[in-house]
């Protein structure tokens, strides 16, 4: 059994490129900062001050790439990073760091555990 990440290239290409977009980059890192709870379309459209027809546009590439899912309450539409799916990205990434040894690549688990920390709290 391999230690590689499941996620296939194909899937990480079509991630990498729904995120190779500055508003889309900007819509992504909104709902990561927002956690699993999400956020409503018309609190994103707001607070990012995209047209809501854009940002409809700029979701649907994010979710069809996995990276984004969305639910519905009520009239409403909440979206949510798929922080699974993002994880999944960063390990496919960062799979070969180093060799594979854990020694040489402590900086960059460090900086990563600190960031994730982060993103929780």
């Known amino acids: 059994m391999s230690d590689r990440p499941e996620l296939a290239e194909a899937q990480a ?3 990498l490129s729904a995120l ?7 819509i992504f890192r909104a709902l990561v900062a927002a956690g699993p709870k999400g956020l409503a379309a018309g609190m994103l459209a707001e607070q990012l001050a ?4 854009n940002l ?8 069809a790439a996995g990276l984004a899912q969305v639910e519905k309450a009520g009239r409403q539409r909440i979206y949510a ?4 799916a993002t994880a999944e990205l960063v ?3 960062i799979a070969d760091c180093c060799g594979g040894d854990p020694a040489l690549c402590r ?3 460090a900086k990563l555990a600190v960031s994730a920390l982060r993103a929780c709290n």
Do not use: Y
């Open 13 to 15: 290409c079509a991630q």
């Open 20 to 26: 190779a977009h500055e508003g889309r980059l900007r």
């Open 50 to 53: 995209i047209s809501p027809s």
């Open 56 to 63: 409809s546009a700029h979701l649907a590439v994010l979710t």
């Open 81 to 84: 990073a798929n922080l699974v």
């Open 91 to 93: 390990s496919f990434l």
């Open 107 to 109: 900086d960059v688990t």
